[in-house]
């Protein structure tokens, strides 16, 4: 048993006495009523319509990557014969008939959603998805051009017969399985034909009038056979498993071991395979036999597949169909002085922490301007930063190179096993080696998950440093729609901390005590389970007590035994969560003192927040963990402690959030989500994210307070939806 095992196993033993067996719910179940919530959003009618269709597609895209690397995981785990229960209790084959049994549901409620709902409200809207027996005779006329000058030339037909064996079928590819007839020989033939995914999903016929591209595929693909007789087309789609498996230890080049693995990625076996519900049985047996797949793992769908193609029609110039268009505004604590040009970030950092809180404060003006300045600073000698993912055009990996251009030393820390962004990364790793920057990868078995920049800057003969602490990516783009915490400050203990633990992931040495800073995989468990063991003590002393997080993912065993123990013990446990949530709240004896909230909506809630009453001294820490296995043992994570005025202003937003005039959805002890958000016709309940919009008035427009190069990107910007 390793050493990280033994201190789980001990905290685990320390908090759980007493407890009962089932106090857990199961995590892959957890997920699955997140993206219900995602669902209940895009049936929600009174919501715009084009921002239903968006969550239709959030929700496809998320399915996709539950199917390709949780599923994945527990379908390698029976294959290898493991027979471990879960946290929850359930083995893995129980676990893994109950997930994909559920799945089904969803999706099935998924695409009822679309057909049903959403579909007929868009044509009420004037905007038509049309299939091909609903077009004209001269659209399809239209159709037959488009068809033989754009896509007819990247179409490859591929037939199924002795000499030519079943094709590979790529993971998320949409495919038509055609039936054809040779009208000598009267032999029925297989071919597959693969939707090209570098077209247009939505052919555009008409004003705001839209055809499928698999359909005008479809309505042309006899065109693929001359001289054979089209007996029937179905379209079907695989998702494979994608998850990576890198041996760090054996491989001289990580970089290479891992574009390795990435090209093996695109082989992994099928774990979903979804065709559409008017399929000829035969040919969906063949499919099955042909890709290997179980019955249970097939999923038969009214409508279109793949709806992720609805992200298309955010591009739509229909603002009466969407929400009002939102750009943060700068920081009042970077915007105070009234001046023309941009204002001096380090100058403010020298006074005062700044926290940050995006999208509302604006990114851009802010942490992208932070590290701009410091860029072209003559004084700035050196700039330290870790980067998990960016944007595909990202201004802060120019900044990183023109700072080194300049000749000042710079460090960039990228995580090339960020989960899908691997190829993305090892792009940028590449750019900025030939630029001058010295990249490292960080620490063998440990992913880099803390967002962290550090700027040494001569000021008049003395060496200081300023920080920033994040709890989400250097994205531009992402920071737009997801929310989250940021801390500027020149701090010296933060900065000795900082530069403690870029050293430790540059070169070698034991990660040492830190100030103002709690660092995974060292001590942030034992830390978080002391703060709480604090709070059951106060507690039992009389003292005030309480315990607040925020985060999107709560799973961890250790910590949830703990605030269990704190329930009980009379601390106020109050959780709000995104995403999975392993805690039973309202148990009578277990966990009467917790609740669990949870909010979504326009924006993604991203940030993390960790909050102690401590008898009237709070704490608060925000950082980049969630409370998992993955990031409290297996990641490189830090949270950083807050001042006493910015904690209570984040203090004053967790009020807001957990109040039960905003509307939020309640976890009930059985696992179930219960929407609350319509309030009485004199009172409705508050949208969170809505008054913080109103609550962060845009002082003045961005181009006063930004570089050219910066209020450019701010522009391009605008409509861009952030990836997942």
């Given at each position: 048993?390793?050493?990280?095992?033994?201190?789980?196993?001990?905290?685990?033993?320390?908090?759980?006495?007493?407890?009962?067996?089932?106090?857990?719910?199961d995590?892959?179940?957890?997920?699955l009523a997140?993206?219900?919530?995602?669902?209940?959003?895009?049936?929600d009618?009174?919501?715009?319509?084009?921002?239903r269709?968006?969550?239709?597609?959030?929700?496809?895209s998320?399915?996709?990557?539950?199917?390709?690397?949780?599923?994945?995981?527990?379908?390698?785990?029976?294959?290898?014969?493991?027979?471990?229960?879960?946290?929850?209790?359930?083995?893995?084959r129980?676990?893994?008939?109950?997930v994909?049994?559920?799945?089904?549901?969803?999706m099935?409620?998924?695409?009822?959603?679309?057909?049903?709902?959403v579909?007929?409200?868009?044509?009420?809207?004037?905007i038509?998805?049309?299939?091909?027996?609903?077009?004209?005779?001269?659209?399809?006329?239209?159709?037959?051009?488009?068809?033989?000058?754009?896509?007819?030339?990247?179409?490859?037909?591929?037939?199924?017969?002795?000499?030519?064996?079943?094709?590979?079928?790529?993971?998320?590819s949409?495919n038509?399985?055609?039936?054809?007839?040779?009208?000598?020989?009267?032999?029925?033939?297989?071919?597959?034909?693969?939707?090209?995914?570098?077209?247009?999903r939505?052919?555009?016929?008409?004003t705001?009038?839209?055809?499928?591209?698999?359909?005008?595929?479809?309505g042309?693909?006899?065109?693929l056979?001359?001289?054979?007789?089209?007996?029937?087309?179905h379209?079907?789609?695989?998702t494979?498993?994608?998850?990576?498996?890198?041996?760090e230890?054996?491989?001289?080049?990580?970089?290479?071991?891992?574009?390795?693995?990435?090209?093996?990625?695109?082989?992994?076996?099928p774990?979903?395979?979804?065709?559409?519900?008017?399929?000829?049985?035969?040919?969906?047996?063949?499919?099955?036999?042909?890709?290997g797949?179980?019955?249970?793992?097939v999923?038969r769908?009214?409508?279109?597949?793949d709806?992720?193609a609805?992200?298309?029609?955010?591009?739509?110039?229909?603002?009466?169909l969407?929400?009002?268009p939102?750009?943060?505004?700068?920081s009042?604590?970077?915007?105070?002085?009234?001046?023309s040009?941009?204002?001096?970030?380090?100058?403010v950092m020298?006074?005062?922490?700044?926290?940050l809180?995006h999208p509302?404060?604006?990114?851009?003006?802010?942490?992208?301007a932070?590290?701009?300045?410091?860029?072209?600073?003559?004084?700035?000698l050196?700039?330290?930063?870790?980067?998990?993912r960016?944007?595909?055009?990202?201004?802060?990996?120019?900044?990183?190179?023109?700072?080194?251009?300049?000749?000042?030393?710079?460090?960039a820390?990228?995580?090339?096993?960020?989960?899908?962004?691997?190829?993305n990364?090892?792009?940028?790793a590449?750019?900025?080696?030939?630029?001058?920057?010295?990249?490292?990868?960080?620490?063998?078995?440990?992913?880099?998950?803390?967002?962290?920049?550090?700027?040494?800057?001569?000021?008049?003969?003395?060496?200081?440093?300023?920080?920033?602490?994040?709890?989400?990516?250097?994205?531009?783009?992402?920071?737009?729609?997801?929310?989250?915490?940021?801390?500027?400050?020149?701090?010296?203990?933060?900065?000795?901390?900082?530069?403690?633990?870029?050293n430790?992931?540059?070169?070698?040495?034991?990660?040492?005590?830190?100030n103002?800073?709690?660092?995974?995989?060292?001590?942030?468990?034992?830390?978080?389970?002391?703060?709480?063991?604090?709070?059951?003590?106060?507690?039992?002393?009389?003292?005030?007590a309480?315990?607040?997080?925020?985060?999107?993912?709560?799973?961890?065993?250790?910590?949830?035994?703990?605030?269990?123990?704190?329930s009980?013990?009379?601390?106020?446990?109050?959780?709000?969560?995104?995403?999975?949530?392993?805690?039973?709240p309202g148990?009578?004896g277990?966990?009467e003192?917790?609740?669990?909230?949870?909010?979504?909506?326009?924006?993604?809630e991203?940030?993390?927040?960790?909050?102690?009453?401590?008898?009237?001294e709070?704490?608060?820490?925000?950082?980049?963990?969630?409370?998992?296995?993955?990031?409290?043992?297996?990641?490189?994570?830090?949270?950083?402690?807050?001042?006493?005025?910015?904690?209570?202003s984040?203090?004053?937003?967790?009020?807001?959030?957990?109040?039960d005039?905003?509307?939020s959805?309640?976890?009930?002890?059985?696992?179930?989500?219960?929407?609350v958000?319509?309030?009485?016709?004199?009172?409705?309940?508050?949208?969170?994210?809505?008054?913080?919009?109103?609550?962060?008035p845009?002082?003045?427009?961005?181009a006063?307070?930004?570089?050219?190069r910066?209020?450019n990107?701010?522009?391009?910007?605008?409509g861009?939806?952030?990836?997942r």
């Amino acid at each position: 048993m390793s050493d990280e095992t033994m201190e789980i196993t001990k905290i685990t033993a320390a908090t759980s006495i007493g407890l009962p067996a089932d106090r857990y719910l199961d995590r892959e179940l957890s997920w699955l009523a997140f993206n219900q919530r995602v669902l209940e959003l895009a049936q929600d009618e009174e919501m715009a319509i084009l921002e239903r269709a968006k969550y239709l597609a959030i929700f496809a895209s998320n399915l996709d990557e539950f199917f390709m690397v949780r599923i994945a995981g527990l379908k390698r785990r029976i294959a290898a014969g493991m027979a471990v229960k879960s946290a929850s209790g359930s083995m893995p084959r129980e676990l893994y008939d109950n997930v994909l049994a559920r799945s089904y549901e969803l999706m099935q409620e998924h695409a009822a959603t679309f057909t049903e709902s959403v579909l007929p409200t868009l044509l009420a809207s004037g905007i038509q998805i049309l299939r091909w027996e609903d077009v004209t005779p001269t659209e399809r006329a239209d159709l037959t051009t488009l068809f033989e000058t754009q896509v007819f030339p990247v179409l490859t037909p591929l037939a199924v017969d002795p000499s030519h064996p079943f094709p590979y079928i790529s993971g998320l590819s949409l495919n038509l399985a055609v039936v054809v007839r040779n009208p000598e020989s009267g032999y029925e033939l297989f071919a597959r034909v693969k939707v090209p995914p570098s077209l247009p999903r939505f052919i555009e016929v008409g004003t705001e009038r839209y055809v499928p591209l698999e359909d005008v595929i479809a309505g042309h693909v006899h065109m693929l056979f001359p001289g054979m007789e089209v007996i029937q087309n179905h379209t079907f789609r695989v998702t494979r498993n994608e998850e990576l498996e890198v041996e760090e230890d054996d491989a001289e080049n990580l970089l290479q071991a891992l574009e390795r693995e990435l090209m093996r990625r695109r082989f992994g076996p099928p774990v979903r395979l979804e065709v559409e519900q008017s399929i000829d049985p035969k040919i969906l047996e063949m499919l099955i036999g042909e890709l290997g797949v179980n019955d249970n793992e097939v999923y038969r769908l009214n409508g279109m597949l793949d709806l992720r193609a609805l992200f298309e029609l955010q591009k739509l110039n229909r603002d009466d169909l969407k929400l009002p268009p939102f750009v943060g505004r700068t920081s009042s604590a970077l915007s105070e002085v009234e001046s023309s040009s941009a204002p001096d970030i380090l100058e403010v950092m020298r006074h005062r922490d700044v926290l940050l809180h995006h999208p509302y404060d604006s990114f851009s003006t802010s942490m992208q301007a932070f590290l701009e300045q410091a860029s072209v600073d003559p004084n700035v000698l050196a700039i330290k930063q870790t980067l998990y993912r960016t944007s595909g055009d990202s201004p802060i990996v120019d900044a990183l190179i023109a700072a080194a251009e300049a000749g000042k030393q710079v460090l960039a820390v990228v995580e090339i096993k960020a989960r899908f962004d691997e190829q993305n990364n090892i792009d940028w790793a590449r750019k900025l080696e030939e630029a001058g920057v010295h990249v490292v990868y960080g620490i063998v078995g440990l992913k880099t998950h803390a967002k962290l920049c550090m700027v040494v800057r001569n000021d008049h003969g003395r060496l200081n440093r300023y920080v920033h602490i994040g709890t989400g990516n250097y994205n531009p783009k992402t920071a737009r729609v997801y929310e989250d915490y940021g801390l500027l400050t020149s701090d010296p203990k933060v900065g000795e901390d900082v530069a403690s633990l870029f050293n430790h992931l540059s070169g070698y040495g034991v990660q040492g005590d830190y100030n103002r800073l709690m660092v995974a995989p060292r001590e942030l468990r034992t830390g978080l389970v002391e703060k709480i063991e604090r709070e059951i003590a106060h507690a039992q002393q009389g003292k005030t007590a309480r315990i607040r997080f925020k985060c999107n993912s709560l799973v961890d065993e250790a910590i949830l035994d703990a605030l269990y123990r704190a329930s009980n013990a009379g601390v106020q446990v109050d959780v709000v969560v995104r995403g999975i949530c392993a805690l039973r709240p309202g148990v009578p004896g277990l966990s009467e003192n917790i609740r669990v909230r949870s909010i979504l909506g326009r924006f993604l809630e991203h940030s993390r927040v960790y909050e102690f009453e401590n008898a009237g001294e709070q704490e608060t820490w925000i950082g980049s963990p969630d409370m998992m296995h993955r990031n409290l043992d297996r990641r490189v994570e830090c949270v950083v402690l807050l001042n006493s005025n910015d904690g209570n202003s984040i203090s004053e937003t967790l009020d807001f959030a957990m109040a039960d005039t905003t509307a939020s959805w309640h976890l009930n002890p059985d696992g179930t989500w219960t929407r609350v958000y319509l309030g009485t016709e004199d009172e409705p309940l508050d949208d969170y994210q809505e008054q913080l919009i109103k609550s962060h008035p845009v002082s003045k427009p961005p181009a006063e307070i930004a570089t050219p190069r910066m209020f450019n990107t701010l522009l391009n910007m605008v409509g861009i939806r952030g990836d997942r």
